[in-house]
């Protein structure tokens, strides 16, 4: 059974960074894509970064991009999400999930099934 934790997230000041971390258990093969989510109060969840494990490909949405980096460190079963730059509206409850690759690109799959219990972020103005 795979199982994904989040961690790492806080409070920080705008224009700050942190790093959220997402450890994953149960991966039996490298064909696994790990997306990022987050969601805000009253808003929708939006995908913003994604990473293949097979090959280390990424997807940033456009509301991070320049500014969050994606990362795996095969060592530690870890995903990193390092976030720079960071914005009051980048306040939210950041998720990790994971699904199969399948040949395909980790910002093509569903992530329906496996998700971590969220971190929250914090930025203040």
């Known amino acids: 059974e795979v199982q994904l934790v989040e961690s790492g997230g806080g409070l920080v000041q705008a224009g700050g960074s942190l790093r959220v971390s997402c450890a994953a258990s149960g991966l039996s093969t490298d064909d696994y894509a790990i997306g990022w989510f987050r969601q805000a109060p009253g808003k929708e969840r939006e995908g913003i970064s994604c990473?293949?494990?097979?090959?280390?490909?990424?997807f940033y949405a456009d509301s991070v991009k320049g500014r969050f980096t994606i990362s795996n460190d095969n060592a530690k079963n870890t995903v990193y999400l390092q976030m720079n730059k960071l914005k009051p509206e980048d306040t939210a409850v950041y998720y990790c999930?994971?699904?199969?690759?399948?040949?395909?690109?980790?910002?093509?799959?569903?992530?329906?099934?496996?998700w971590g219990q969220g971190t929250l972020v914090t930025v203040s103005p």
């Open positions: 999930a994971a699904d199969k690759l399948e040949g395909g690109e980790c910002k093509e799959r569903e992530y329906l099934a496996i």
């Open positions: 990473i293949s494990l097979s090959d280390g490909s990424t």
